[in-house]
């Protein structure tokens, strides 16, 4: 797993520098592709709730979706196990990995990160919106 993580972060730019506190109010958002940030996890939940619960089998699955302190969010119609390990508090690099091209003016949506949990060495790359831009 540590290979794992040295080739996510090998040639990126951290945004604020080693010195920066993951979770700190100054924890900056990757606005390139390849550039990153330490933070930490805000909040763990479904695409519909605070909790996120594990598909029973019926069928019904209310996604995933993680919020990081410095305002990444990433949403997934599936259940990630990666992020169902994870906790609130967890200290994350997360980076920049896509911006998205030929969206209409004003939308944003789409941005892909790849997050890296520095406690469990698990990875998961998620978009900013349910939506790509353009979409619904």
Sequence with gaps: MGARLGAILA?????????????AAGAQVPTRVGTCAATTIA???TRFS??????????????????????VYGVSYA??????????????????VLLPTGCPKGDDRGKMYTT?????????TLPDSQHMCGGA
């Design 50 to 71: 605070d909790t996120l619960v594990k598909p029973n089998g019926d069928g019904i699955d209310a996604g995933t979706s993680v919020d990081l302190r410095n305002g």
């Design 116 to 124: 890296t949990n520095l406690r469990t060495l698990d990875s998961w």
């Design 11 to 23: 040639g990126a730019l951290v945004v604020g520098g080693p010195g920066l506190a993951p979770g």
């Design 79 to 96: 259940y990630i196990d990666a992020v169902a390990r994870s906790r609130v508090g967890d200290r994350v690099m997360t980076c920049l």
């Design 43 to 45: 909040r763990i939940g």
